[in-house]
């Protein structure tokens, strides 16, 4: 984000406002709708909350689109809240932000600095907005202003604000919880901001964009002993050194080397923390990234082949649990190109981004229903998500609300 002295004081029982070139380019109501963006952006960056515990979250929305005059349903896939505003007779289009954050200890020296605790897989954590739903969240909040005080279309704006994309899964819960039927929705669209793409600029892709990714554990059962007599043990630590290796042969000798993929051990556990203990089982954890639905299907073949296989070659026993996790993410033609349009009349240009290894779970909405994801860049310098130092820029702020407002208007034109 940019230095507090880059931004203009509105009052001091206020929000900062972003003064930034694109602002003044941007419709007056737009802009006028600003400044309660950053002052939402960062309440919520300072009361973040872990998937499916969204509660606050969820309430300050579901409370803000009433006061709208919109249809809003709350418990939506448990903390999910789902807004209609209608405005004639014509398309039912979505608009998505997810609003959970991550179990990370935030890093960042700011006035209004995460300060939020919560229990993660059984411990507690300190809790963090480290990939930016607090400003995608809040940027839906001031189109959703917007459109209902213009009301510059002809037909249905739905508004999704998804809980548990950090894992969770909340995307496609939501969508068995039978979203789209429900609320009519034909098309759908999501955001992300962006840190290392120049700031307020977008960036897109149709087909595939995001990856699947799966994860994978390998328990290797040997039988240990004492270290100084190796020859009368199964050491699963040798046999879970080779597995690791021969892995790797299925991104260099299994897969088109035109195709993506990422096999990804990350975990080596052993049973025992001694020195001089050869362990009796070590347990190895891992990801897997694709981008083909046959590469998917292979990768997981090949590895509880090769785990299994060379278990058996050293006398031991491997036992694979696959987890199937988000699916490749595909943006539809139609609807990338209609975003990337919309994007060129906001920031003046829309660069073709390239396949992104990392998972979304928007994936879920865009297999029931054609639609588009867009990248908006949060800075060149900015951090990446996902650490303990990154900042949601406020200044991409009228960028991502105008984007937001000129799909529902432009996908949904008034009769002229």
């Known amino acids: ?15 900062l406002l972003p003064a930034q070139a694109l602002a003044a380019d941007l419709n007056e109501k737009i802009d006028a709708v600003i400044p309660k963006v950053v002052e939402w952006r960062r309440d919520f960056h300072q009361h973040p909350e872990l998937s499916n515990q ?93 459109l209902a005080e213009t009301r510059q279309f002809d037909g249905t704006v739905v508004v999704i604000f998804q809980p548990a994309e950090e894992g969770g899964g909340g995307g496609k819960e939501m969508c068995d919880d039978g979203m789209m039927e429900r609320f009519g929705i034909q098309e759908v669209y999501a955001m992300h901001n962006w840190p290392g793409m120049a700031e307020g600029q977008f960036s897109t892709r149709s087909g595939a964009f995001f990856a699947a990714a799966d994860r994978v554990s390998i328990l290797i059962k040997g039988q240990g002993g004492h270290a100084a007599k190796p020859h009368s043990t199964v050491d699963p630590t040798v046999v879970a050194s080779h597995i690791i290796l021969a892995l790797q042969s299925i991104a260099s000798r299994n897969v088109d080397p035109m195709e993506h993929i990422v096999v990804s051990m990350t975990s080596f556990e052993t049973s025992s923390k001694a020195f001089n203990v050869i362990p ?89 229903r054609p639609g588009a994801y867009i990248l908006l860049g949060n800075g060149e310098k900015s951090e990446m998500v996902h650490t303990v130092h990154y900042d949601f820029n406020d200044d991409i702020i009228p960028a991502g609300c105008s984007w937001f407002s000129e799909v529902a208007e432009q996908r949904m034109p008034l009769a002229r």
């Open 1 to 15: 984000m940019k230095s507090i002295n880059s931004l203009l004081i509105i009052a001091s029982s206020t929000v």
């Open 54 to 146: 969204e509660f606050r979250t969820a309430k300050i929305v579901a409370d803000h689109l009433r006061s709208l005059g919109m249809e809003v349903e709350t418990e939506v896939a448990h903390t999910g809240v789902v807004g209609t505003l209608r405005g004639g007779d014509g398309p039912v289009v979505a608009l998505r932000a997810d609003m959970d954050g991550l179990p990370v200890t935030e890093l960042v020296h700011l006035p209004f600095a995460s300060k939020a605790r919560g229990v993660y897989q059984g411990r507690e954590v300190g809790v963090m907005h480290a990939c930016g739903h607090d400003g995608h969240t809040a940027m839906l909040l001031g189109a959703a202003k917007y």
């Open 280 to 368: 009796a089982e070590v347990e190895l954890r891992g990801t897997i990234r694709t981008m083909a639905s046959d590469v998917r299907v292979l990768a997981e073949q090949r590895i509880k082949d090769i785990a299994r296989l060379t278990a058996e070659a050293y006398g031991a026993v491997a036992e694979i649990t696959y987890m199937p996790g988000y699916p490749v993410m595909v943006n539809s033609e139609t609807q990338t190109e209609f975003a990337a349009k919309i994007a060129k009349d906001v920031a003046g240009n829309c660069s073709e981004a390239e396949a992104i290894m990392g998972s979304e779970d928007f994936a879920y909405m865009l297999e029931e």
